[in-house]
């Protein structure tokens, strides 16, 4: 029997329940997979709160590794026991066995753990993505990230910060400016105690940025605006703060003639080369050292609640996974 975290109905953490499943077999395309790590997202929580609606009810969590336990009849480039990570839909990797389809699993090298792995395909594909595909940068340049001491936050400064950048990081408390130091921020700005376009325009002698990559949305978005130079990009992936709305493109847009764009990761990684591509190139850094995966905080399944609570609260530093 399988145990299995799922919302019958959205909410705050206490919508998700517990279940004991029996799985079926694996449809001709899928396999079974025996989680080893979970990875805890904010996206999860977007779901879980309805911010992203999914039919309901649902299984939840979109990240995860472990081995392969059985395969689907047209299964062709996987086998029973190959070590594997994943992330995107259908949800449920908040679970100690599932099936899930084929198509995004990415076999994983074994110099990397099942514990990083399950920390790499969502948050370090999206770093992938935005350093090379969303706004490609160049050495030397002076960018800005938003929440440098988080999941995304980790492997993304490292990765910036290795291709020559000049990161300029933002953090909600002082203890995350130790973290965020050492993700390879070149500059840390504490966005609680100070204004942070300020200090942007002052790091960057009223220049601005070429690039700002913001996750936190609403309470940074108009901040992250004015830190842009003229023809900057504004890349808006994320709301742990709340959605961005009603942008009023002659007050925003105008005025330094920006671009905006607010990407997800499949719009990017969405077929099977382009997966395994950002998938090799992040293996590969971190086989070199470039990128270094810290796991500060590891939950039990049963602990899914608390998790969720912690990274609401933004007491969680890095990435945290989930272990069945
Ligand atoms: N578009 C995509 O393809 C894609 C893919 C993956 C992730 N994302 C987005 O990337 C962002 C980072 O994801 P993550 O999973 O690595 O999370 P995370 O960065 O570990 O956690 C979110 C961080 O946001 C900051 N934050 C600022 N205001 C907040 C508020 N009011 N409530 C909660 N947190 C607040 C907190 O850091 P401080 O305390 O330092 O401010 C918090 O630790 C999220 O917005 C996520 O949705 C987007």
Redesign the pocket.
């Known amino acids: 029997m399988t145990r299995v975290v799922k919302i019958e109905k959205t909410g705050g953490p206490e919508v998700l329940k517990f279940e004991t499943v029996k799985l079926d077999m694996p449809g001709p395309e899928e396999v079974l997979i025996e989680h080893k790590a979970i990875g805890?997202?904010?996206?999860d929580i977007?779901h879980r709160s309805g911010l992203y609606p999914v039919p309901l009810p649902s299984g939840i969590g979109a990240e995860g590794s472990g081995v392969i336990k059985k395969i689907g009849s047209r299964v062709k480039n996987f086998s029973v026991n190959d070590h594997i990570a994943y992330a995107g839909a259908p949800l449920g990797s908040y679970s100690s066995e599932r099936i899930y389809p084929t198509k995004n699993l990415v076999k994983i090298p074994n110099y990397i753990n099942f514990e990083i792995a399950a920390t790499l395909m969502?948050?370090g594909l999206?770093a992938y993505?935005l350093l090379y595909k969303t706004y490609p940068v160049s050495a030397n340049q002076t960018i800005l990230f938003?929440?440098?001491?988080?999941?995304?936050?980790q492997i993304f400064c490292q990765w910036a910060k290795s291709l020559g950048c000049k990161v300029i990081g933002?953090?909600?408390?002082d203890e995350?400016v130790r973290t965020a130091k050492k993700n390879g921020c070149d500059f840390i700005i504490n966005?609680?105690k100070e204004n942070f376009a300020k200090k942007v325009l002052e790091i960057t002698k009223d220049k601005g940025v070429p690039v700002v990559y913001d996750?936190?949305?609403k309470?940074?978005f108009e901040g992250s605006i004015e830190c842009l130079a003229e023809r900057g990009m504004m890349v808006s992936?994320?709301?742990?703060?709340?959605s961005v709305t009603n942008i009023d493109v002659k007050k925003i847009i105008q005025p330094k003639s920006i671009y905006l764009t607010?990407?997800?990761?499949?719009h990017?990684l969405g077929t099977k080369n382009e997966l395994q591509d950002g998938a090799d190139k992040l293996f590969e850094n971190i086989k070199m050292g470039k990128i270094k995966v810290e796991i500060l905080k590891k939950y039990k399944l049963e602990e899914v609640v608390q998790a969720h609570k912690d990274?609401?609260?933004?007491k969680?530093?890095?990435?945290?996974i989930i272990v069945p």
């Open positions: 805890l997202n904010f996206i977007y969502t948050k999206t993505y938003h929440a440098a001491a988080g999941g995304v936050g933002t953090v909600g408390s995350k966005y609680s996750g936190v949305g309470d940074t992936f994320g709301n742990s703060s709340g607010r990407p997800t990761m499949w990017y990274l609401e609260e933004r969680i530093i890095g990435p945290a």
